[in-house]
Every structure is written in C-alpha cells, then in structure tokens.
Antibody, heavy 120, light 108 residues
C-alpha cells in the first residue's frame, strides 16, 4: 500500500524558515516524480514544486522560486521542502504527492498534509 | 502559464441525477494533459481522470472525462451520495502545473 506521511508543519513568523518532510513507503520511490501541492485555508489547490527521480530536475511555481527548495533522499525514501523567507500567503496545508505513470504529470497518491501557519 | 476556469462555481443536484462540470483553458492543453480530482472536507484530493478521459485506478465508471484543446468536461452519470464534494481540474504544460479554482457539487 502506498503511504505518504508529511511532517514538519508548524507556526512560524514571517521571514522565518521551515523544512517539511514526506516519508514514502509501499512503492519504488526512486522511480517516481514527486511534488508538493498546497492549499490555503478555504481555498483551492496550488502546485508548488516537483522533482524528478534522481533529483537532477526541479521545477517551481513562480511565487516560491528562489525561496523554496525541493529535494529528495532516495536511500531514505523521503521528500523534502525547505521553505525560507516565509510570507503570510505561504500559510497552507502542504501535501506531498506522487506522480502517476501516465504521460504528463498527474497526482495519483497524496499524503494527508502538513499545516504551515505563518503569523507574527 | 495556462489558466484553468471551472464552471459552474457551485452545482446543486440530487442523487441519481447527471452532473456536468466544465473546465476551460486559456491556451490549448498540449497532449490533453488534463486531469480531474475530487476532494472531500478534511481529506486529500483523489485523482479521478488523467489524460482528459482515462479513469484512474478504482474509479467507478459513472465518472467520465472528455474534451480536448481548451474545453474539457467531467461527467458523473448518476450521482451517488458519496459523490458530493469539490472537484478540480489540473493541467501539465512543460514544467508548469496549474489547477482550476474548483466546482462545489452540493446535494439539492
């Protein structure tokens, strides 16, 4: 059974930093693209970043580029999101998501999310 | 960046009825890289449809997707009580991924 378990969500002040982790199990982690998707309270879904199988290719939404860094450790079957210079608008539930095998990028499996609160 | 606009914002229907949800793209979605998700309160989204018309694993056949280019549709042929939720479309275009704003499907 595919399992994605996020951790690291917390209350942080504007300008602060936070690192999210996603522990993956139940599938060959090193063969899938992985992503972070966020959802602000009461709002819709927003893709944040993704990373290819060996970590050599990464993409970001414009609003986080230069502030957030996605990474992975295939030996530990874990995905990470380092978030720096956090802003109020970054406050959201952050989901770890695994890609589908089909051409294109679709999110077949999701974790339950880690809540990031940005407030003074 | 491709902007996805979903309509209607809210759809109120009764169990047994047919639901038709629309997703319109600001530019053509290449290779029909368009997916649909269902999200219930307090839960993560669930992939329903990928590649515009392919059902994901375990998705009942009352869910179907169609369309190409800039206009896509998710149809639920006969609504079951568990189908009521928020639905999102999503596209992939060479390293850019965007979602629509969502359609809320309510019980009438």
């Amino acid at each position: 059974e595919v399992q994605l378990v996020e951790s690291g969500g917390d209350l942080v002040q504007p300008g602060g930093s936070l690192r999210l982790s996603c522990a993956a199990s139940g599938f060959p982690f090193n063969t899938y693209w992985m992503s972070w998707v966020r959802q602000a309270p009461g709002k819709g879904l927003e893709w944040v970043a993704n990373i290819n199988q060996d970590g050599s290719e990464k993409h970001y939404v414009d609003s986080v580029r230069g502030r957030f860094t996605i990474s992975r450790d295939n030996a530990k079957t874990s995905l990470y999101l380092q978030m720096n210079s956090l802003r109020a608008e970054d406050m959201a539930m952050y989901f770890c998501a695994r890609d589908h095998r089909a051409p294109g990028i679709f999110f077949e499996s999701w974790g339950q999310g880690a809540l990031v609160t940005v407030s003074p | 960046e491709i902007v996805l606009t979903q309509s209607p914002g809210t759809l109120s229907l009764s169990p047994g009825e047919r639901a038709t949800l629309s997703c319109r793209a600001s530019h053509s979605v290449s290779n029909n890289y368009l997916g649909w998700y269902q999200q219930k309160p307090g839960q993560a989204p669930r992939l329903l449809i990928y590649g515009a018309s392919n059902r994901a694993t375990g998705i009942p056949d009352r869910f179907s997707g169609s369309g190409s280019g800039t206009d896509f549709t998710l149809t639920i042929s006969r609504l079951e009580p568990e189908d009521f939720a928020v639905f999102y479309c999503q596209q992939y275009d060479t390293s850019s991924i965007t979602f629509g704003q969502g359609t809320r499907l309510d019980i009438k």
